[in-house]
């Protein structure tokens, strides 16, 4: 199966099992607002790369309703975030790739992308087409997934994951869907608890921070990382220099890079360069 298409299935199945219950509160985007120092939504226009399953475009909008929104994504998750964001009446939806925007050069005051673009064939391209839509001397927020080079016990889990994953992305999306739903609770039971345990000490805190899944809110809530860790086709992870480099490269200047307070992976924020 193309790598795009199967893309496009595996993230349709995980945004149609989300819950659809509402108003949603806090979601990524206010995670990601916590460890940027200045406003994400700004502007009169942006665009979020990769809506998923709509609940950061429901809270940009609703919080927003000056602000207009464009909301792209691959999947059917889509129509998820059409359906959810219907009533705001500021939120245009489209179905395409991130590595084809149909949309005209410098149109956008801002962009924002949440654990997108590592999962495309080539992200440096989707970056040079948010660059490409991105109005002169305008930001684009965006997380990725860390290599995390810098941290022994989780750069060795994240080579075991990719070896398993070389084969568990070959069974049938909703069969891994399934046996990610059960084997939730064990993993929980595994890393998240024993992290929470650790965080009461000072001498263990920084091993509950170095452990993986040491963020679930509860015992099934894993089921859908599990799923994204073990059947993504595509899955990038950088180091902090590859990342400023590809911003670099991209016509991005005053550059940012930090970490989730609570979930590892990069938060990267630049401006698009006025020349």
């Not at 889990?157 to 084997?183: C, D, E, G, M, N």
Request: aromatic share 12%.
């Amino acid at each position: 199966m193309d790598s795009l298409k199967d893309t496009e299935k595996t993230y349709g199945l995980l945004w149609a099992h989300t819950d659809r219950s509402l108003p949603v509160k806090e979601w990524h985007f206010n995670a990601m607002q916590k460890v940027i120092n200045e406003p994400i939504v700004r502007g009169k226009i942006g665009i979020e790369i990769g809506c998923g399953c709509g609940y950061d475009m429901y809270i940009m909008a609703k919080n927003n309703p000056e602000v207009k929104f464009v909301s792209i994504d691959i999947s059917d998750g889509i129509y998820r975030t059409k359906e959810l964001t219907g009533c705001l009446g500021n939120v245009y939806t489209v179905k395409c790739s991130a590595l084809e925007l149909p949309v005209k050069d410098t149109s956008f005051d801002f962009a924002y992308s949440f654990g997108v673009l590592h999962h495309t064939p080539d992200p440096k391209k989707g970056l040079s087409e948010i660059t490409r839509v991105l109005k002169k001397g305008n930001p684009a927020f965006l997380y990725l997934y860390e290599d995390h080079s810098e941290n022994a016990i989780k750069h060795i889990a994240i080579k075991a994951v990719s070896l398993v994953r070389s084969i568990t992305k070959r069974i049938p999306h909703k069969i891994l869907y399934v046996l990610s739903w059960i084997a939730s609770p064990f993993v929980y039971l595994m890393f998240t608890l024993l992290a929470k345990i650790f965080r009461n000490f000072t001498a263990t805190r920084h091993i509950a921070e170095q452990m993986p899944f040491n963020f679930a809110k509860g015992p099934f809530s894993l089921r859908g990382d599990l799923y994204d860790r073990f059947r993504a086709p595509i899955e990038y992870r950088f180091s902090r220099r590859g990342i400023h480099d590809m911003f670099i490269d991209c016509g991005f200047s005053n550059i940012n890079i930090t970490r989730l307070q609570d979930t590892a992976g990069w938060v990267v924020w630049g401006y698009k360069n006025d020349a």
